[in-house]
């Protein structure tokens, strides 16, 4: 992860990374596709805070201990897009970033 900011937990959408479900059956579930970036159970629970009365978000995980993992918004696009917070091994198991074609 880079340098920590204070406005971390606060990243707007349009500047998260965009990834891709890694099978058939993640994709028809959330969406083949999801824009996400790395924070904190405990920066997820400040964005929660900040954001959930006025956005669709599922509720932080408990935070007794600190677990590095990805905000993530799922179903890009659609009536029914929501933001939730996944572990980063759960997330890096489902998901990669797509390679633009100025990458590739």
Known sequence: MSEYSP???YILEQDMALFVATDAETASMYGARVKAAEISNVDYKMRYARFHADSSMKPPPSCGRIFMGYVVI????????????????VFEELYTKQVSASEA
Do not use: A, F, N, V
């Open 7 to 9: 406005d971390r937990p």
């Open 74 to 89: 799922r179903k890009l696009g659609r009536s029914d897009q929501y933001e939730t917070w996944m572990p980063d091994h």
